[in-house]
């Protein structure tokens, strides 16, 4: 592991321009300035900052690295409080007289948060899909006592349950009943959104914060909920597939154990926004600004664990860079200012984006329009956008530009991500991620040789068609 020093004097490798105004027939004259071997490098030097978690030296290495490659770059800090889990993590079940132990990154991912750290050893508890609403006709609780014990939940919620119930509702639900510990597992059987994003049955790394009244957890795979499942005569598939026919308590003593040590730290340290103004040529409309945004975050060293976030997102990342970079080599600007912004803390809870719409350095009431940018490197070829308040038109003409509109799937606002607290806001935004399996995601394996060079630059030309038409509307 490496991180690269922090720069003490920020370097701009990107020479601002007085530049020329350009019209919007010049967008294929900038998109063919896009590099994929470019994007791929810095792909591969931003996956270098030890994970990149803010509030550590390798975050504010990677937003010293960021700001020395945006023209005009200045640093926003803001205080963090973050959470490292420890090298030494020992994970056991004890299933009939046999002791099975997991491997952290194979078998289980710890939950990154600070609930008390130790040893336990305890029984562990199948709560089913961990939901305790009777007035919605389902608590899994039932009859069980966990006070003491492990209880081990599937995600999501069955196809007959009315209500709506999150991971943290079955945390909280979890520790008011007394548990030690919790364990989660994603099911075979996917929600249709969860199949449209892409996600799988392996772990994946969970931030839960630094709140107090946490709850040790581990996220396992599939497999290892079956061992433990195995003495009832139940596997997960077989769980979910009886509860999606008919709604009904499944719970149940597994009569196995947990042996579970880690150890979980707080850090209270800076982390750091990136900013950059790309001036607008126009005088009526320059100031007004359309915002490109991505995250330049990830989950660090977790467990001894390096997330090198290569697809989450150094490549929305490197997107945001490489159309700064092709403005600035070009002197080209549009008819409104665009203002660069790279956020800190997404994974955290999206601490740098509110952070930033709490404390705007560019008047909230001059952004036309906000653009983010996440997970664009790996998946089937397409382009998935969300819109809120965005006409459809905008983000089809911009597809179209690109020769990109048989690649184009539009939704509605995306849950996640650093666009939401400038929706919150009621700016218009466009979350552009790639569709498809995303199969590393929050995952140490989500490395640099499993980006698609040419995936990344198709996301980076159809992101500068639409910050540019944006940028060069009349509207």
Avoid at 54 to 81: C, D, M, W
Avoid at 329 to 348: V, Y
Wanted: overall charge negative; hydrophobic content about 45%; aromatic content about 6%.
């Amino acid at each position: 592991m490496r991180v690269l020093g922090v720069l003490s004097v920020i370097t701009l490798t990107c020479i601002s321009s007085p530049g020329n105004s350009a019209e919007p027939d010049d967008l294929a004259k900038l998109a063919a300035h896009i590099s994929p071997a470019q994007l791929m490098h810095t792909v591969r030097e931003l996956s270098n900052f030890d994970g990149r978690q803010s509030g550590t030296a390798g975050g504010q290495a990677t937003a010293a690295y960021v700001a020395s490659r945006l023209p005009e770059a200045a640093l926003q800090p803001f205080p963090i409080a973050t959470v490292q889990i420890e090298p030494l993590v020992r994970a056991e079940f004890r299933v009939d007289r046999r002791v099975v132990a997991l491997e952290k990154g194979q078998d289980f991912l710890p939950i990154i948060n600070l609930a008390p750290t130790g040893q336990i050893s305890a029984p562990v508890v199948f709560v089913g899909y961990g939901i305790a609403s009777p007035s919605q006709g389902l608590d899994e609780y039932q009859g069980l006592s966990v006070a003491g014990k492990v209880v081990l939940f599937v995600r999501g919620q069955p196809k007959g349950f009315a209500g709506r119930v999150s991971h943290a509702d079955k945390v909280m639900t979890a520790h008011a009943k007394g548990a030690l510990a919790y364990l989660t597992v994603t099911g075979p059987i996917l929600s249709p959104y969860e199949e449209r994003r892409g996600m799988t049955t392996r772990p994946v790394a969970l931030y839960e914060g630094t709140a107090s009244g946490a709850v040790p957890g581990l996220w396992i795979t599939s497999a290892a909920a079956d061992v433990l499942l195995q003495p009832v005569g139940r596997s997960v598939r077989s769980f979910q597939e009886e509860m999606d026919r008919q709604l009904a308590v499944r719970s149940a003593d597994t009569g196995t154990e947990l042996l579970l040590e880690l150890v979980a730290r707080r850090l209270d340290a800076t982390a750091s926004n990136v900013l950059a103004l790309w001036p607008g040529s126009d005088p009526l409309v320059r100031e007004e600004a359309i915002i490109l945004g991505a995250h330049h975050d990830h989950f660090g060293v977790q467990a001894g664990l390096v997330f090198p976030g290569a697809d989450d997102n150094a490549s929305g990342t490197a997107v945001l860079l490489e159309i700064a970079r092709v403005l600035a080599n070009t002197g080209s600007k549009p008819k409104r200012s665009l203002l660069f912004l790279s956020f800190a803390g997404e994974e955290q809870g999206l601490l740098g984006s509110r952070f930033y719409v709490a404390h705007p350095r560019h008047p909230l009431s001059a952004v036309k329009a906000m653009i983010n940018v996440d997970h664009a490197g790996v998946g089937n070829g397409h382009i998935m956008v969300g819109l809120s308040k965005l006409e459809k038109a905008a983000a089809q003409a911009a597809a179209e530009k690109v020769a990109a509109a048989d690649k184009l799937e539009l939704y509605g606002l995306f849950p996640g991500g650093d666009h939401v607290p400038f929706a919150e806001a009621g700016l218009p935004t466009a979350a552009i991620v790639t569709a498809g399996s995303h199969p590393d995601f929050h995952q140490p394996t989500d490395t640099p040789e499993k980006i698609k060079p040419e995936l990344l630059a198709l996301i980076t030309r159809y992101t500068l068609a639409l910050v540019w038409a944006l940028a060069n509307n009349e509207q």
